[in-house]
């Protein structure tokens, strides 16, 4: 598997895939291997993410960091493999990329990839999309827990928290029982002041943002039904 067939098997669109096989072209993957690696390890990512841009130069469009972060998803599909984890978690998991590629380009006109300070959490295994939402396995100062986001396509009346205690079981015992936690502007007392039975969400929020007000964010935790 190269990251062409990761490219494809994501669902990326054929401009971006051109764009792909041009810079794997000109990509010296020897030279830059020792920096990919240390994507897999959470102490390092930001050294390897520093040494990657370096690399990669002038690269407005993200076109040759993405391409070579899909040959680092190479390793993780393997990976993947390896325990057992199903093809549709991978795909669902790193969806996101061909989603915030359109996104850019529905908001700005062009084709772009400018998240790869994230990427390195679906990389190294250590976030997951289950469901609806995503699950991001944490251990700060020896304390385990699981961060959760809230992608931007969520469907929230059906999405079940809960559908990541299987995985965990499965594949990460180690953090069976942990907390799960989040931090979203959607857990804000303040959107309570916002909503009414006929007051949408978008119309609320532009007006109070345009009244120099903000909205802030919340912590939560979990509690397991």
């Known amino acids: 598997m ?52 370096d690399y990669c130069g002038d690269d ?6 993405l391409t070579i972060m899909l040959d680092c998803l190479v390793k993780t599909h393997e990976r993947y493999k390896a325990l057992g984890i199903p093809n549709k978690i991978f795909i669902d998991t790193m969806g996101f990329i061909p989603r915030f590629i359109a ?33 991001e396995f944490l251990t700060d100062n020896g304390e385990r827990r699981i961060n959760l986001h809230i992608p931007s396509d969520a469907d929230l009346k059906c999405g079940d928290i809960e559908a990541i205690y299987p995985f965990v079981k499965e594949y990460y015992p180690e953090y069976d029982g942990c907390e799960i936690v989040c931090d979203s502007w959607l ?15 978008q119309r609320a929020m532009k007006k109070h943002l345009e ?9 939560g935790v979990y509690v397991r039904r």
């Open 103 to 135: 996104g850019h380009k529905a908001a700005h006109g062009v084709s772009a990839f400018v998240w790869s300070w994230w990427l390195p959490r679906e990389i190294s295994l250590k976030e997951f999309r289950i469901g609806e939402y995503e699950y």
């Open 60 to 65: 407005p469009l993200g076109m040759k960091i």
């Open 187 to 201: 857990l804000s007392a303040e959107l309570k002041k916002l909503l009414s039975e006929d007051t949408t969400l």
């Open 211 to 219: 009244a120099g007000r903000k909205v802030g964010s919340a912590y």
């Open 2 to 53: 190269t990251c062409l067939d990761i490219a494809q098997m994501l669902g990326l669109d054929d401009e971006v895939i051109s764009n792909v096989e041009k810079r794997c072209a000109e990509i010296d993957f020897g030279a830059i291997s020792s920096s990919q690696n240390k994507l897999f390890d959470p102490p390092l990512w930001q050294e390897g993410l520093q040494e990657l841009w």
